[in-house]
Nanobody, 122 residues
Framework: QVRLAEFGGRTVQAGGSLRLSCAVSGGTLFRYAMAWFRQAPGKERVYVAS???????SYAAFARGRFAVSLGDDKNSVSLEMNNLQPADTGVYYC????????????????WGQGTQVTVSS
């Protein structure tokens, strides 16, 4: 059974940087698109960024220019580099996978990770 596991969440100060990683276990997600979502306290989970099997990146408006998503060399992991973090970026960050980027846009996610907490202090 394929599972996603996120790593790297912690508390950082405003203006700082953080790199999150997501590892796939129990199989491979050959040709899947990978994505990151986040959920702030008391709010709904929202899309952050995604990357296709071919390396095409997409970002939510708030992430563009500050965040960078990348696939691992084995294409069985995905990372999210986050810069100039602000308190509004606080939340649980989830790794996700779907058959293609269209399904990610429609929130038709096939696999979810358990999430990793990111807290940005002011």
């Amino acid at each position: 059974q394929v599972r996603l596991a996120e790593f790297g969440g912690r508390t950082v100060q405003a203006g700082g940087s953080l790199r999150l990683s997501c590892a796939v276990s129990g199989g491979t997600l050959f040709r899947y698109a990978m994505a990151w979502f986040r959920q702030a306290p008391g709010k709904e989970r929202v899309y952050v960024a995604s990357i296709t099997w071919h390396g095409i990146e997409s970002y939510a408006a708030f992430a563009r220019g500050r965040f960078a998503v990348s696939l691992g060399d084995d294409k069985n992991s995905v990372s999210l580099e986050m810069n100039n973090l602000q308190p509004a970026d606080t939340g649980v960050y989830y790794c996700a996978a779907a058959a293609d980027s269209d399904k990610i846009r429609k929130n038709e996610i096939e696999y979810w990770g358990q999430g990793t907490q990111v807290t940005v202090s002011s």
